[in-house]
T-cell receptor, first 114, second 111 residues
Framework: NAGVTQTPKFRILKIGQSMTLQCAQD?????MYWYRQDPGMGLKLIYY???????DKGEVPNGYNVSRSTTEDFPLRLELAAPSQTSVYFC?????????????FGQGTRLTVV | DAKTTQPNSMESNEEEPVHLPCNHS???????IHWYRQLPSQGPEYVIH???SNVNNRMASLAIAEDRKSSTLILHRATLRDAAVYYC????????????FGKGTTLSVSS
């Protein structure tokens, strides 16, 4: 099992450019999440999904979009990159809710917007 | 407030037990308490979770107060590899299944 795979690992964007951060999991988890982590801070939830075709906003959704067309994939889209979006982005997945929410995280994508 | 309260940092010596406290005074009766840790330059990893009673696994123990307003993560013998940021997290029902992270406790381990 690869677990949760994020690509790319590093990326530099210019202001106003767009990109998609890819996330794939091979554990057949229904629940997937996107977080961002600014230097010295904890993780902030951007978007989450409870299954294919269903997504919802988290704590900091502005400037981002997501889609969930399959169980395996949960891409995060940045439409107009801004310096405030410089951060490390983590994707995670979990099997269920309540006591079953052990989440598995990817290794992160380090994004710099200049 | 849906957040938890943890000390910013703690220090330990190798081979000694470590007790990491967490306050969650507004927790409801059905919210699980989760602990994750984040090693440098890595994504968070699951440590342990519980609801009411104390829990043990190969990594750690979780002691939950009888009133559930606080909990303590116990590392029985700290190693250098345990140096990380430890997050105490409540499930937040209004955010679906997602875990909401605070700033966590930075644990330093000295040899």
């Amino acid at each position: 099992n690869a677990g949760v795979t994020q690509t790319p690992k590093f990326r530099i964007l210019k202001i106003g450019q767009s990109m998609t951060l890819q996330c794939a999991q091979d554990m057949n988890h229904n629940y997937m999440y996107w977080y961002r982590q600014d230097p010295g801070m904890g993780l902030k939830l951007i978007y989450y999904s409870v299954g294919a075709g269903i997504t919802d906003k988290g704590e900091v959704p502005n400037g981002y979009n997501v889609s969930r067309s399959t169980t395996e994939d949960f891409p995060l889209r940045l439409e107009l990159a801004a310096p405030s979006q410089t951060s490390v982005y983590f994707c995670a997945s979990s099997y269920g809710t309540g006591g079953y929410t052990e989440a598995f995280f990817g290794q992160g994508t380090r994004l710099t917007v200049v | 407030d849906a957040k938890t309260t943890q000390p910013n940092s703690m220090e330990s010596n190798e081979e000694e037990p470590v007790h990491l406290p967490c306050n969650h005074s507004t927790i409801s009766g059905t919210d699980y308490i989760h602990w994750y840790r984040q090693l440098p330059s890595q994504g968070p990893e699951y440590v342990i979770h519980g609801l009411t009673s104390n829990v043990n696994n190969r990594m750690a123990s979780l002691a939950i107060a009888e009133d559930r307003k606080s909990s303590t993560l116990i590392l029985h013998r700290a190693t250098l590899r345990d140096a990380a940021v430890y997050y105490c997290i409540r499930e937040i029902p209004e955010a679906g299944t997602a875990l909401i992270f605070g700033k966590g406790t930075t644990l330093s381990v000295s040899s």
